[in-house]
């Protein structure tokens, strides 16, 4: 899959696999319709972030979810 670029089946990918490896039991709260092209860039860090990590403490994983809800549309 090319990251680079700024599709929503990209989105849709790095939301779900965001969401899967911070393991959300409410992933629905977090949907790919919720993010467009615009915030592309912040999002992919955001996922380059969390698959380079393999455990995350509860306060990151707050801050995780609060970045993704601001950068809802």
Not at 55 to 69: D, Y
């Amino acid at each position: 899959m090319n990251l680079t670029e700024k599709t929503f089946e990209n989105i849709e990918y790095m939301i779900t696999q965001i969401t899967t490896k911070l393991r959300m039991v409410n992933a629905d709260a977090i949907k790919a319709t919720n993010y467009n092209e615009e915030m592309y860039d912040d999002l992919h860090d955001i996922y380059q972030m969390v698959m380079k990590k393999n455990t995350f403490s509860p306060n990151e994983m707050q801050a995780i979810v609060e970045e993704l809800g601001s950068l809802r549309k």
